[in-house]
């Protein structure tokens, strides 16, 4: 599924699912912000504690938008499995903001 995601938020999934903390953050633009369930979040702490600091993994289910928005089951080890949904904003060749939440 992961084919159909455009390109740059392919590379922050396959980043994010290895564990490429480095990789991840290259890809963000240095203005990027995000947003879970709605809230406006400190994007760095959240991904250093929702992703990498709790072994965040994504299994795409679905990807729509022009493969910038995708529901996904989100796994990590603080809040176990879920459904979740994302929508990316891409600039040129880096994630500007995405927001997340429960589908």
């Known amino acids: 599924m992961t084919n159909a995601l455009d390109p740059v938020v392919a590379k922050f999934v396959d980043a994010l699912d290895s ?9 963000l633009t240095d203005d990027a912000t995000m947003s879970d369930d709605g809230d406006e979040r400190d994007l760095r702490q959240w991904i250093d504690s929702e ?13 729509s938008d022009g493969g910038r928005s ?14 979740t949904a994302w929508r990316f904003e891409v600039r040129g060749d880096k994630i500007a903001r995405f927001e997340t939440g429960q589908a």
């Open 51 to 63: 992703a990498f600091g709790s072994d965040g993994r994504m299994d795409v289910e679905s990807v």
């Open 70 to 83: 995708l529901v996904a089951d989100y796994t990590n080890s603080r809040w176990g499995s879920m459904r």
């Open 19 to 27: 564990g490429d903390q480095q990789g991840l953050f290259a890809l």
